[in-house]
């Protein structure tokens, strides 16, 4: 991918996510000029959000003082059917299964634009600005609401020609397990958000049937307070956490086999807790995975303070390159 050369070029990016819609104004060096969130209905018509966020962006645009955007980049969660511009059985917005993305934007923003599975233009960021800067061949995982990886190989962007490729939270780690991506024992299930909630609820009813006490008992359980838990050591939190980390070392060696990447870098919830997942995924990974391929990858946090925006961002500065 070309680098944008002279003046910096102002775009628009729009971050799609299960919780929360990030809408922003940035130049195509990675700056974002201005930002704002809004939650996710996921009961609300995808069509309505979406104008909502576009109303946001004309805000954000004013407010910035930078002129109009020349490209506006959307990332989405997958299962993104890249060719059509449509979701396609999206796990965590039931209401945006089949939707036209694109087409309703085209109708609604009228400038050019792009959208991409949040995975894949994780990566994107990632190789631009973050944690895969240099590398030939990198992976990206988003470890958030969802859980899917982004591909940087041999020096691109690898999507499929679906742009399905990537979407490891619907392989099976065990025969049972968390639900996540409709399937028990899935990589979703272990890697998600939703899917530690699931580990983390089944380990509290486990441990409390042998009288072990745990601060997670009457609470109300994310992904946020069961790590916060972990790291001041609860005994039910730090069982949970382990297993979906080691987990994530299961699905580590199976990419470093497979693709034998310089760098796997984790999103949202490993990018938070790194101390909790990198130690137990590197000791599973450094067991399962051929010796020589171990030796060479780094597993590192992203280092993006915006990586859903700037995911977006950089969805918008491809299309814009491609399209000059």
């Not at 600005?129 to 958030?144: E, H, R, Y």
């Amino acid at each position: 991918m070309s680098v944008t050369k002279g003046t910096p070029v102002i775009l628009a990016a729009l971050d799609i996510g299960g919780t929360k819609i990030g809408c922003a104004v940035g130049t195509s060096e990675g700056k974002i000029l201005a930002q704002r969130r809004f939650p996710t209905d996921p009961a609300a018509p995808p069509g309505e959000t979406l104008d909502r966020a576009l109303g946001v962006l004309a805000e954000l645009t004013e407010e910035a003082g930078c002129g109009p955007s020349a490209c506006l980049g959307v990332a989405c969660p997958g299962p993104f059917l890249q060719p059509e511009g449509r979701f396609l059985d999206v796990p965590n917005l039931l209401a945006w299964q089949g939707f036209d993305l694109v087409d309703h934007l085209n109708s609604a923003y009228g400038e050019t634009l792009a959208a991409m599975n949040d995975a894949n233009a994780g990566v994107l960021a990632e190789h631009l600005w973050g944690a895969a800067q240099g590398a030939d061949t990198a992976v990206f995982l988003t470890m958030s609401t969802g859980m899917g990886a982004g591909f940087w190989l041999g020096g691109r962007l690898f999507e499929g020609p679906a742009g399905f490729a990537g979407e490891v939270g619907h392989l099976r780690l065990s025969a049972e397990g968390p639900v996540g991506f409709g399937k028990p024992g899935s990589v979703e299930g272990y890697l998600s958000g939703p899917g530690m909630v699931q580990v983390a609820e089944a380990e509290l009813l486990r441990q409390a049937r042998q009288g072990e006490p745990s601060c997670l008992e009457g609470a109300v359980i994310t992904p946020e307070t069961l790590c916060q838990a972990a790291a001041e050591g609860d005994p039910v939190a730090v069982a949970s956490v382990d297993c979906c980390a080691r987990k994530l070392g299961e699905l580590c060696a199976l990419l470093v086999d497979l693709l034998n990447p310089d760098v796997i870098v984790l999103g949202t919830i490993g990018t938070s807790f790194p101390d909790l997942f990198i130690p137990p995924a590197l000791e599973v990974l450094r067991g399962e995975a051929l010796a020589a391929s171990y030796s060479r990858v780094s597993l590192v946090p992203s280092g993006l303070a915006d990586r859903g925006i700037l995911s977006a961002l950089a969805v918008a500065r491809e299309a814009h390159e491609r399209h000059d």
